[in-house]
Every structure is written in structure tokens, then in C-alpha cells.
């Protein structure tokens, strides 16, 4: 199955009573407009976008009356920060950059990639923190400037 464009995305379908076969891809991924993959039912899907741009959890590439093929990232090592006051995510933000470690914020945490380092940083910081599986829904993005 070759896709050429996004269908939609599971968020704007009226009706998910449809059986969903997940194509399921590393967070690097969804920044990619072509590659191969197998979804977790065993299609083969070739996908070369048109445009540019990101893929983003959700999207669904294929749909006919029984199934829908969509994206979502693999389950993932990640560690879940969460500041508690200004300072601490001042601090926290400032060390995670300085390190060039791609990170997310959502509600109140700050989402990065398992890394053990880490885990000593963030101690000698002195926020808390706990490790977790997590499916990245969006692409980490680098800033500023292009290597």
C-alpha cells in the first residue's frame, strides 16, 4: 500500500468504531515524509508525502469501510520532571538545554528521553522526577540553529 497524503487524524473522525491497525514509528520518525514500514497487523505501508512537514500522533493514512491505518509513536523510556516552583523549572530548563537534551512540555512536566545521566543532573537540581513509558505524540524540534 503506497500512501501519498494524511486521510485525517483520529481526533476529527465522527466514528471510531472502526478496528484501528497502528503504524507505529520512533519519535525521530515523524519528521520523515518517505519511508517503509509494517503496521502492527502486518501491512506493508510505503509512504511518500507529497508536502512536507511532520506527521503527528493520530494521523490516518488509510480508511476504508472496516479499518483504519493511523500513526502512534512506540512506547518509549522517558523521564517525567516536575517542577514545583518557577525556580526549579528555571533550573531545570536551563540545565536541559545546556545540554542540547530535546525535551516536551506538557500541562506541568517536561517529557525527555530516558537517559541515566540525567537522573544525577536532575538529583544534584533537586526537582522531582520519575521514569515512565511514554508515546511521544509530537517530534522533538531543534531550534536555533541546524546542524
Known amino acids: 500500500m503506497v500512501i501519498t497524503k494524511i486521510a485525517g ?6 466514528s ?3 478496528n484501528i ?3 507505529e514509528l520512533e519519535w525521530e520518525e515523524l519528521n520523515k515524509r518517505i519511508f517503509r ?3 502492527v497487523n502486518g501491512t506493508d505501508i510505503a509512504v511518500s508525502l ?3 512537514g511532520t506527521l503527528r500522533f493520530g494521523d490516518v493514512l ?3 469501510e472496516n479499518t483504519l491505518v493511523a500513526i502512534r509513536t512506540k512506547l518509549e523510556k ?3 520532571i516536575k517542577p514545583k516552583t518557577m525556580r526549579e523549572m528555571g533550573k531545570v530548563a536551563f540545565e536541559i538545554g545546556n545540554r542540547h537534551t530535546p525535551c516536551i512540555i506538557e500541562d506541568n512536566e517536561i ?3 530516558y537517559d541515566h545521566t540525567l537522573e544525577k543532573l536532575l538529583d544534584e537540581v533537586g526537582v522531582i522526577y520519575e521514569q515512565s513509558e511514554r508515546r511521544f505524540k509530537e517530534p522533538f524540534k531543534y531550534k536555533g540553529h541546524q546542524h
Do not use: F, G
Not at 487524524?9 to 465522527?14: E, Q
Open 9 to 14: 487524524n483520529l481526533n476529527d473522525c465522527s
Open 16 to 18: 471510531l468504531d472502526k
Open 21 to 23: 491497525d497502528w503504524l
Open 37 to 39: 514500514k509494517q503496521t
Open 50 to 52: 507529497e508536502n512536507s
Open 62 to 64: 488509510y480508511e476504508d
Open 78 to 80: 522517558a523521564l517525567v
Open 111 to 113: 517529557l525527555v528521553r
